[in-house]
């Protein structure tokens, strides 16, 4: 039971930087795990980044090294600094969230594995 709504994304030149930020609603955010994915047009959504139980971070490939996930449980808000963007990260990006279960250890990488989504912000990097 939680809602989810995305904000900060916007149009910048490649090599900028932008900040994500994901607002939950509800009251046990801190026992939800959290990730990011975005979605291409024409593309199938992807995994961005996400947190384990402990505070772990894990990132796909393709954004390791320029994007940075954060989370402020007093503030039921998760976080994605976006630095370095390319045009290839364009693409429309979303929040979600698992109450399934939350480990310690593993990280949910699975579009499956998450149970609600925000409605994406829109990210756009120019060349």
């Known amino acids: 039971q939680v809602q989810l709504v995305e904000s900060g994304g916007g149009l910048v030149q490649a090599g900028g930087s932008l900040r994500l930020s994901c607002a939950a609603s509800?009251?046990?955010?801190?026992?939800?795990?959290m990730g990011w994915f975005r979605q291409a047009p024409g593309k199938e959504r992807e995994f961005v980044a996400t947190?384990?139980?402990?505070?772990?971070?894990y990132y796909a490939d393709s954004v390791k090294g320029r994007f940075t996930a954060s989370r402020d449980n007093a503030k039921s808000t998760v976080y994605l600094q976006m630095n370095s963007l390319k045009p290839e990260d364009t693409a429309v990006y979303y929040c979600?969230?698992?109450?399934?279960?939350?480990?310690?250890?593993?990280?949910?990488?699975?579009?499956?594995?998450?149970?609600?989504w925000g409605q994406g912000t829109q990210v756009t990097v120019s060349s």
């Open positions: 979600a969230a698992r109450s399934q279960g939350y480990s310690i250890a593993y990280f949910f990488v699975n579009l499956d594995a998450y149970d609600y």
């Open positions: 509800g009251r046990t955010f801190s026992n939800y795990a």
């Open positions: 947190f384990n139980r402990s505070g772990g971070t």
